[in-house]
């Protein structure tokens, strides 16, 4: 099991960057050439990569995302990560 968690770690560890690298690449591909507005960029990015995750979250461990959207006190804490935590660090990008 340990050997199986070092290979997917070395697999995100390696997938990362690239796609970091790709996506800026393509970010200013969109901005410079094709035109784009920054605000629709960012928040079409933003809503893909949340609906991305929360579909990961919900395939693999159903039980703890429920657990977590049950619990009212978490919700005011993912309102200020997202806009402070997530929409911030995006939009200065």
């Known amino acids: ?9 070395l697999f995100y ?3 990362g960057p690239f ?5 800026g690449v393509v970010t200013q591909y969109l901005l410079k050439v094709v ?5 629709w960029l960012l928040s079409v990015r933003l809503l893909f ?3 991305a995750l929360l579909l990961y979250i919900f395939l693999t461990d159903r039980k703890k995302l429920f657990r977590l959207l049950a619990n009212k006190q978490v ?3 993912m309102i200020i990560f997202i ?3 997530d929409f911030l660090s ?3 990008y």
């Open 1 to 9: 099991m340990m050997e199986k968690n070092k290979k997917l770690g």
């Open 13 to 15: 560890g390696v997938l």
């Open 19 to 23: 796609l970091w690298g790709i996506n």
């Open 35 to 39: 035109d784009i507005n920054v605000n």
């Open 49 to 51: 990569a949340g609906t």
């Open 75 to 77: 919700y005011f804490q």
């Open 83 to 85: 806009i402070f935590g």
């Open 90 to 92: 995006q939009y200065t």
